[in-house]
């Protein structure tokens, strides 16, 4: 059984920066993309950042040069940097494997507050 778990959500004032981390176990297909997406309170689901399994990766404009997504692929795990943190930014953060069949496996969040 796939299985994704969050970890390093928390509360922190604006400017301040926090690291989240994701543990992937179970039987993966080939990983392809891992990342991680966010929903703001009362809002939908975004991408914020996501990296391939050649390393090229992805940030929403709204956390380019503020977020770094890193990876290691032969452990499952997927990291997300973020710095210079903003009120805006409050949200649950869910990391996401997207496998070589299509096949995209989610975990069950971990939320981020940033106070003003």
């Known amino acids: 059984q796939v299985q994704l778990v969050e970890s390093g959500g928390g509360l922190v004032q604006a400017g301040g920066s926090l690291r989240l981390s994701c543990a992937g176990s179970g039987d993966f297909a080939t990983i392809n993309v891992m990342g991680w997406y966010r929903q703001p309170p009362g809002q939908q689901r975004e991408l914020v950042a996501s990296?391939?399994?050649?390393?090229?990766?992805r940030y929403a404009a709204s956390v380019a040069n503020r977020f770094t997504i890193t990876s290691d692929k032969f452990n499952k795990a997927v990291a997300l940097q973020m710095t210079n943190l903003i009120p805006e930014d409050t949200a649950v953060y869910y990391c996401?494997?997207?496998?070589?069949?299509?096949?995209?496996?989610w975990g069950r969040g971990t939320q981020v507050t940033v106070s003003s």
């Open positions: 990296i391939k399994d050649d390393g090229v990766t």
């Open positions: 996401y494997v997207q496998s070589s069949a299509s096949d995209v496996y």
